[in-house]
């Protein structure tokens, strides 16, 4: 059998099926397991405390959603191969993270957001402006990006009651990935986001968490 080169209609192909994986849930096996696998599976939470932990559990999902999205529309439009290949590998850490988010929405008797496909959308049309800029440009978003990501997930495992074991390790997971994708990121020659800029930023994610959480 004869290997066939693949055409750029393969291409949008894979990236609509990253697309359903994404924000439909179900997302393919991880590849590292879970933090929270091997810890008790009977959380003493009250029904406030376990709706509040989906509330901010959703969120975090719909994180890793905008950050798949944001890397494969980055990995897109990438100038180099090598910031090319870092982006797909930062992505297939990020699916690790939404299989986990998933997996513990579910024992939480919840679901995901609602408003998944639109984040979606948004990051991936955003990953491909600022990689079709400049590499140090679509770099310097990702530092951003996942240094705002850290200051979330830090917030949200100070309001995760200390007796959900399995949450709380899944966030100790994310922040330490994702702060490693922001200094390696800076790193390869990202260029750092002023103040100004990351303000911004910080009003646009209030929003979308706030909604997310709810909806």
């Keep these: 059998m004869t290997n066939r080169k693949l055409t750029s ?10 697309v359903l994986k994404a924000v439909a849930g179900g997302s393919g096996p991880a590849t590292r ?11 003493s939470l009250s029904a406030s405390e376990q709706k509040h932990v989906a509330g901010l559990m959703r969120v975090n999902h719909c994180g890793e959603v905008c950050a798949q999205a944001l890397y494969k529309g980055q990995a897109l439009t990438a100038k ?4 090319r290949d870092a982006m797909k590998q930062a992505a297939s850490e990020e699916e690790d993270h939404l299989h986990w988010c998933e ?11 609602y408003l998944n496909p639109l984040w979606y959308g948004l990051s991936f049309s955003v990953g491909a402006l600022a990689g079709a800029v400049s590499d140090k440009l679509s770099l310097g978003f990702v530092a951003a990006t996942e240094q705002q990501v850290c200051k979330h997930l830090k917030d949200h495992f100070e309001q995760i009651p ?4 399995k949450s ?8 330490i990935d994702e702060d490693r994708h922001a200094q390696q990121a800076l790193r390869e020659g990202g260029t750092p986001f002023p103040g100004a800029v990351k303000q911004g930023m910080t009003l646009l994610s209030r929003f979308m968490t706030e909604s997310s959480y709810r909806i």
């Design 9 to 18: 209609i393969d291409g949008w192909v894979a990236i609509a099926d990253d």
């Design 33 to 43: 397991v879970s933090p929270a696998q091997h810890l008790n599976t009977s959380d």
């Design 103 to 113: 997996q513990r929405l579910a024992e939480l008797d919840s679901q995901p957001s």
């Design 162 to 165: 200390e007796q959900d074991e």
């Design 168 to 175: 709380r390790a899944i966030l100790e997971q994310m922040i």
């Design 80 to 83: 180099s191969d090598a910031v």
